[in-house]
């Protein structure tokens, strides 16, 4: 399927059914209450902690409510799913499980690196600004202490780990969402953890055409994203119109699109 096509359907999807469309726009501004509260003055920190957990959970739905969606497009099925409240939880909680196990990778080596290259940018310190750092009675007479040497190697350190994080982040996050495709087709964390198949299904898609599919899908949810920021821009009604149709919107569409890319894949 051609992204022309891709985007098209995906676009036109979230309309083909107002009432789901706004079933599941309710569901996510119950999440936005305490927001939608605060512009009326109402704070209660008791309240927000208790609301906080409900739109944890309202998260773990939604989140496997778009695998559903996911599923559905794989399927080229038009109809947008209803919500199975149970197992969208559970496909929610399967969900995150999976994307935390991909990203937890490269967390883990990035953040590595960045110790490593802060110590050696540490380890160039002379001793002389040590004693000016620890003598220090307010940051800015800490900051001056370190001379140029170190900022210099402090910037070249975390510059080239900035580029390795962004190289393992797309690496890891293709592999993320073809896994989480596989686990919306198959249902099992077998399948969402089967390496091989996954790798033959990113061969299948185009590693170019995987990453070129990203950048457009970013850049049309950047401009839903500012039209629902304007539209939270008009006083009080505008979060509520955001949440109920421009959220529900966005979930819809993104779930829709990368689940008819991946419905190439045989």
Not at 104 to 110: F, R
Request: proline share 3%.
């Amino acid at each position: 399927m051609e992204f022309g096509e891709i985007f098209t359907n995906a676009l036109k999807y979230p309309f083909s059914e107002y009432e789901k469309l706004l079933i599941l726009g309710v569901v996510l501004l119950v999440s936005s209450v305490p927001a939608i509260l605060a512009m009326f003055g109402f704070y209660n920190s008791t309240f927000s902690t208790v609301w906080s957990i409900i739109s944890i959970i309202i998260g773990i739905l939604t989140l496997g409510y778009g695998l559903s969606v996911k599923r559905e497009s794989i399927s080229l099925n038009d109809e947008i799913p209803a919500f199975d409240w149970v197992n969208n939880i559970v496909d929610g909680i399967k969900s995150f499980i999976v994307t935390f196990v991909y990203y937890i990778v490269p967390t883990v080596i990035v953040s590595f690196l960045g110790f490593i290259s802060l110590g050696s940018a540490i380890s160039t310190l002379p001793k002389s600004s040590l004693t000016a750092i620890n003598n220090a009675t307010t940051a800015t007479a800490a900051l001056n202490a370190i001379p140029p040497e170190t900022w210099a190697a402090l910037g070249s350190g975390f510059s080239i780990v900035a580029v390795v994080a962004i190289i393992l982040f797309i690496i890891f996050g293709l592999f993320e969402t073809v896994a989480i495709c596989r686990l919306a087709k198959y249902g099992t964390f077998g399948e969402a953890f089967a390496f091989g198949q996954i790798v033959d299904d990113i061969k299948q898609i185009g590693v170019l055409r995987l990453i070129a599919f990203f950048i457009v899908l970013a850049c049309i949810s950047a401009l839903i994203g500012l039209v629902i920021g304007l539209i939270t821009l008009i006083p009080f009604v505008g979060i509520i119109v955001a949440c109920l149709v421009g959220q529900s919107f966005v979930l819809l569409f993104t779930n829709r699109a990368i689940g008819l890319l991946y419905s190439d894949v045989e």
